[in-house]
Each structure stands twice: as structure tokens, then as C-alpha cells.
């Protein structure tokens, strides 16, 4: 089955530098990518997804890149702010079917903004 | 319209108790998932269900836990005779159909499951 990695697991960077959350997954049958981001106590809020027809896809601040010869798709938040700072995950699905219709998630990477 | 919601978004049981989690998809979403997390962990992919139909149960274990998506009510995830190691947030998603384009997840808050 598919195996998501995600680096790194907790990152600092001071509010206004921009931020990169990189993962990896096994399975080059997989198709799509979505990032979530999950605030204390609260369930997984999507940020931004990326098929894999497509390198880079951009919404304001946020971007996600995607290499499929190399397997790895990474997350770009740009002029960070305080309200950026949660737990970001990774995700990757296969084709359907075959027990490929759920995500496999990475383990997450705690993002702190500095002020 | 209404997000993804789950109740309780807190239980509490003691071992060999029975744990009923609910998730009410989106309005107009048809396929539920249910995934489990364990602190300091990823989501875990349990079940894919539609409407009365369990179409991929690969992440889900064999025994005590099943999962059920009636025509009419909520996604139901029952874990029986409940032992510590279940304790985690049981997490529900939904999407509209199949279909790129139009099979994002959108989660629910989450049920945090304590097995005493």
C-alpha cells in the first residue's frame, strides 16, 4: 500500500519568512494530493489540493508543488502569519479501487510562527 | 450549509463498554470515510462507505469494530468491548461522489474516544 512520509515534523520560522513542508509517498499509481491543516481540537480544515496532471497550483499565499518522477510534493506558505500555526498534513491517494479510496496521511509537521 | 458533524465530540467508556460514534456527511454527500489518529500520529484510514454500502473496510480491524452508512440517518462507527489501546480521535470525512473534481474530503471535528 501507499506510505506517506512528511519533514519535518516541527518547524519555527518568524512571522513574515515563508515556510516549506515537504513529503514523499511510495505508490506512483497515486493520483492525488491534498494538504490539511488542523488547528488544536478541532477536525482537519483542506487547504489546498493538487492532481497529479498538474507541477504547481497557487491560492494567494499557500502553494503545492509536485514532482512524480521523484515521488515528493511540498507545501509553500509564504509571508507567514500568527494564525498559520497548527498541525499541516500531508495526504496521497491511489487509483480507486483495490482498498485505494482512502488517504494515507503523513504524520504531520507543527508549524510555529514566531512573532 | 451545515459542515461535516460528529457527536459526541467526547466519550468516555470503560473497557469492554460499547463505543457508538455518528457522523452526518455534508448536505448532498453521498460517501463517508472514517479514519482514526493517535497522538502525535497521521489519520489512519479505517472505511469507505455510501449510501447503505460498504465499499473499502481495508484500514478497519476484523474484529469489535464495524461501520454502517443507513439510507436514511448518520454514518455510525461501533467499536465493541472497547479496550485502552482504542483510545485516540476517531475522525469522519465526506465527498460528494467519485470523481475527480469532486471527491475532496471534507472532516468533521473529530470524536475523542477515552477508554478508562
Known amino acids: 500500500g501507499e506510505n506517506v512520509e512528511q519533514h519535518p515534523s516541527t518547524l519555527s520560522v518568524q512571522e513574515g519568512d515563508s515556510a516549506v513542508i515537504k513529503c514523499t509517498y511510495s505508490d506512483s499509481a497515486s493520483n492525488y494530493f491534498p494538504w490539511y491543516k488542523q488547528e488544536l481540537g478541532k477536525g482537519s480544515q483542506l487547504i489546498i489540493d493538487i492532481r497529479s496532471n498538474v507541477g504547481e497550483k497557487k491560492d494567494q499565499r499557500i502553494a503545492v508543488t509536485l514532482n512524480k518522477t521523484a515521488k515528493h510534493f511540498s507545501l509553500h506558505i509564504t509571508e507567514t502569519q500568527p494564525e498559520d500555526s497548527a498541525v499541516y498534513f500531508c495526504?496521497?491517494?491511489?487509483?480507486?479501487?483495490?482498498?485505494?479510496?482512502?488517504?494515507?496521511f503523513g504524520k504531520g509537521t507543527h508549524l510555529i510562527i514566531q512573532p | 450549509n451545515a459542515g461535516v458533524m460528529q457527536n459526541p465530540r467526547h466519550l468516555v467508556r470503560r473497557r469492554g463498554q460499547e463505543a457508538r460514534l455518528r457522523c452526518s456527511p455534508m448536505k448532498g454527500h453521498s460517501h463517508v470515510y472514517w479514519y482514526r489518529q493517535l497522538p502525535e500520529e497521521g489519520l489512519k484510514f479505517m472505511v469507505y462507505?455510501?449510501?447503505?454500502?460498504?465499499?473499502?473496510e481495508s484500514g478497519m480491524p476484523k474484529e469489535r469494530f464495524s461501520a454502517e452508512f443507513p439510507k436514511e440517518g448518520p454514518s455510525i462507527l461501533r467499536i465493541q468491548q472497547v479496550v485502552r489501546g482504542d483510545s485516540a480521535a476517531y475522525f469522519c470525512?465526506?465527498?460528494?461522489?467519485?470523481?475527480?473534481?469532486?471527491?475532496?474530503?471534507?472532516f468533521g471535528p473529530g470524536t475523542r474516544l477515552t477508554v478508562l
Open positions: 495526504a496521497a491517494r491511489g487509483r480507486r479501487g483495490g482498498g485505494a479510496d482512502g488517504l494515507t
Open positions: 462507505l455510501q449510501k447503505e454500502n460498504i465499499i473499502d
Open positions: 470525512a465526506s465527498s460528494p461522489r467519485p470523481g475527480a473534481g469532486a471527491d475532496t474530503q471534507y
